[in-house]
Each structure stands twice: as structure tokens, then as C-alpha cells.
């Protein structure tokens, strides 16, 4: 590496990253089309990651590219306190038929971290509204992510990602569903661990349902490995929230708009939260934004009192930005019109037997697989987590796959518009980086 680029790369402080590490040997992206990137070198990265779990419709899609061009031309910016522009109405009205019954409103934010955040005070100001404002304790589960606000990593449980912050939001952890004894290697939905559920009236039982605001959860936990709960547990975690009074919040920033081969994961577990939470694949990440979905009866409890006083204190500069909506108007009109939200359903099966085509790999620990999601867990190298992970991002971008890890576990979440052939590329191209780890 040159001296010029080297300066270069010491302005950015990169989020997520081992800075060190990757600067003295960099993996820069320069374009992208469908379902590949193109390095700075010219060659192709077949992506298999949805970029973060976000580019569900597949790269640079010409309806969404123009749907921006045009918009930036018409209008760059609107404010949304106190006025507006049509589009963030139009978009909010296009959502809620996509949505599980119930969520009839929308209020948009610009990331996953923000969405968590203002749904967690959506919760607060609900229970005050009605009365109750002692209930101000949420209830998270172990190995979930949602988010790096002060409310997202309080409600998280990835203990790295609290361990220099600490938590600042009264919350209580569920114990995780993942369990190797009974449920390793299991295909879709394990069928061990529904009562799992019942932890949580052990957790309200110690601090009492009337001090607790909401419960929330991924339904699949992305971030911390593709971990997939038992068959039944998020309908028993709805029923004894009902029981008690707690808000169900499902925070869908990754299985929302068609992961899982239906619209929302609410729809394929059959559930249907009081408040759910999305964004990257909500402008297929051409433009920043996410949004929370509420039910009718949290929108008009808070919106009570006078008229001309505003009724929830919270926002952002940037909330239903003009641009953002084009995009996300765009982006589900392709959804739409490509049957993407079902898609993974089509060709799941497909991805499956692929990913659990690996058992045979001395050092696959597990695999664990739902829709379009896949992870593939390794053993730790004796001298501690991460090293083997580390080794098979890069070693498969060497060889032309984009992959994504955490720790030493593989997380495979490929766009929606993917073929058998990508498909058949994405795991021949991990057998070779697997079998090469020591």
C-alpha cells in the first residue's frame, strides 16, 4: 500500500470494524448491479449478504436509481415537524397493506437503531397515556441485536456490543433459544423449546408485570447468528404479554420484506405484535430510513388532549425524508411486481440443502437455517472466538464471495432476486474456505 493511500484510509473511523486490521490490507467496493459487486480491482463479488442484510431487491435497480434522480430534481428536503410532503404519506399508506392486521401507522426514522428507540418510547408514552406510568422496564432477549442507541443496547443482549457503554434503559434479558443439544443442525423452525416461552413470566414474576412496558425480540436473531426459535414460542411469548398487560415489539429490521418468504415474519409465525420495527430493506438501502408500525389503539391512546399540543415529543430532522421515500416507493413496487416477498419460500428449500450440504466439514459446529437466512457456526480455534471467522470473510472474498460473520459463525443472507447458480457458487466457494481454516 502506497503512502497516499494509506493517508487516505486513516480519516475513517469505520463502525463494526477491526480498524487496524483492515487497513493494512483493505476490501474496498467500488460498484455494484444486481446481484454483485465489482472491487476497486475490477473483479466480481457475488454478494452474499444482501450488503447488510438490506439489499433485498438485489443492486442499483434502475426503477429506484431514477425514483431518487427525480425526486432530488423536484424537492431535496421538507421538513416534518408540523408540515410535510405527500410522498411520506403516500409511502406510509403503500406499507400498511403489506403489514401483519392491526398496524394501521406508521412513523418513520432513519435507521433499525432509531426505529428501536422510538418504539421503546412509543411504549413509555402508551403505558403514561393510559395511566400507567410506572410500567418503564422492557424485557429483551439474550444474543438479540437491535440497535446501538442507549435503548437498543440496553434491550440487546450481544454483550459486546454493551460492554464499553453499559446499559442505561431498565431492562431484563430472556435467556436464548439456542441450544445445541437438542436443536443442532435442526432445519427451519427447531422443534424442541417452545416452553423456553415461560422464562419470561420467571423474569416478570421478579421485578411484576405492572413495572414492565413491552417485551422485545428479532424473531430470528440475525446478528448474533441466525438463531431461529422454537416452533411455537413467539404465539406463547404473545399470550402471556396479553395475560400481563406488556406490549409485544418485533423488531424486523432484518426478517422484514420478504426474508423469511412472506411480507413479515409476523405473518410466517402466525403472531401479531403491538409494534414492529423495520428499515434496511425498506428502500432496498439506497436511501437511510426506517419506521415503526403501530397498532390503532397505542396511535389514538397517545394522540389525545388538546389539538394544537403535540402529543409525542420525539422525532428526527430527517423523519419521512423526500428522498428515502421515493426510493421506498420504488422499492415496493418491484416487490410487488417480482413476487419478492414470497420468493424465499420459492427457492428455500434450495437454500437449505446447500447450507446443510457443510455438515460434513470437520469444523461446522451447527447450522441453522430459516427462509433465506443461513448460519453457518464454526468451531473456535483454540486460541479464542473470531480468528476462524475472521479467515473465512476473507478468505472467501479472495475468492469472490461476499459473506458476513460474527464471532465464528457465518451469517448467509443472499437478496431475494438470487438463482440456484449463485446459490451453487456461494457454498462450492465456502466448502474450499472451510476446509483451508486450521
Not at 16 to 22: G, S
Not at 115 to 139: C, M, N, P, W
Not at 209 to 237: D, M, Q
Request: hydrophobic share 40%; aromatic share 10%; net charge neutral.
Amino acid at each position: 500500500m502506497n503512502g497516499e493511500v494509506s493517508q487516505q484510509l486513516s480519516a475513517y473511523w469505520m463502525p463494526f470494524t477491526a480498524n487496524r486490521q483492515f487497513k493494512s490490507a483493505p476490501r474496498l467496493l467500488a460498484r455494484a448491479e444486481g446481484m454483485y459487486y465489482k472491487d476497486v480491482n475490477g473483479r466480481d463479488i457475488l454478494d452474499g449478504t444482501s450488503g447488510l442484510w438490506c439489499v433485498n431487491a438485489g443492486h442499483c435497480r434502475k426503477e429506484i436509481v431514477e425514483a431518487i434522480s427525480r425526486q432530488a430534481a423536484e424537492m431535496d428536503y421538507a421538513p416534518s415537524f408540523q408540515m410535510s410532503h405527500p410522498g411520506a404519506f403516500q409511502f406510509a399508506h403503500e406499507l400498511i397493506r403489506h403489514v401483519p392486521d392491526g398496524l394501521t401507522r406508521v412513523f418513520f426514522a432513519n435507521s433499525g437503531s432509531e426505529a428501536v428507540d422510538s418504539a421503546l418510547k412509543i411504549a413509555l408514552a402508551y403505558h403514561r397515556a393510559r395511566g400507567e406510568g410506572q410500567r418503564t422496564r422492557f424485557i429483551g432477549e439474550e444474543g438479540a441485536y437491535h440497535g446501538v442507541g442507549f435503548g437498543g443496547i440496553s434491550v440487546g443482549g450481544m454483550g459486546g456490543n454493551r460492554r464499553q457503554f453499559g446499559a442505561w434503559v431498565p431492562a431484563d434479558h430472556l435467556p436464548t433459544t439456542l441450544n445445541y443439544e437438542h436443536n443442532a443442525f435442526s432445519r427451519g423452525e427447531p422443534g424442541w423449546g417452545a416452553h423456553l416461552a415461560q422464562n419470561l413470566e420467571s423474569v416478570l414474576a421478579l421485578h411484576h408485570p405492572s413495572t414492565v412496558a413491552a417485551v422485545i425480540v428479532e424473531p430470528v436473531n440475525g446478528s448474533a447468528g441466525v438463531i431461529v426459535h422454537p416452533k411455537g414460542y413467539l404465539k406463547k411469548l404473545r399470550e402471556i404479554c396479553d395475560r400481563h398487560g406488556i406490549l409485544l415489539i418485533f423488531d424486523e429490521v432484518i426478517t422484514g420484506f420478504g426474508r423469511l418468504g412472506t411480507p413479515f415474519a409476523g405473518h410466517f409465525f402466525g403472531v401479531k405484535p403491538d409494534l414492529m420495527t423495520c428499515a434496511k430493506a425498506i428502500t432496498n438501502a439506497a436511501v437511510p430510513m426506517g419506521a415503526v408500525f403501530a397498532n390503532g389503539a397505542i396511535y389514538d391512546t397517545i394522540t389525545q388532549g388538546p389539538e394544537h399540543l403535540i402529543e409525542f415529543s420525539h422525532g428526527y430532522t430527517f423523519s419521512g425524508h423526500p428522498l428515502a421515500c421515493a426510493a421506498g416507493r420504488a422499492s415496493l413496487g418491484i416487490f410487488e411486481r417480482e413476487n419478492l416477498f414470497t420468493r424465499a419460500a420459492e427457492i428455500g428449500k434450495y437454500f437449505e440443502d446447500a447450507a446443510h450440504s457443510l455438515r460434513d466439514v470437520a469444523i461446522v459446529r451447527d447450522i441453522r437455517n430459516l427462509g433465506l437466512m443461513a448460519g453457518i457456526e464454526l468451531h473456535s480455534a483454540p486460541e479464542g472466538v473470531g480468528r476462524r471467522g475472521y479467515e473465512a470473510l476473507v478468505g472467501a472474498f479472495e475468492r469472490g464471495v461476499l459473506i458476513r460473520v460474527t464471532g465464528d459463525t457465518i451469517a448467509l443472507s443472499p437478496p431475494l432476486i438470487v438463482e440456484k447458480s449463485h446459490i451453487d457458487q456461494i457454498f462450492d466457494v465456502l466448502r474450499q474456505v472451510l476446509r483451508h481454516l486450521k
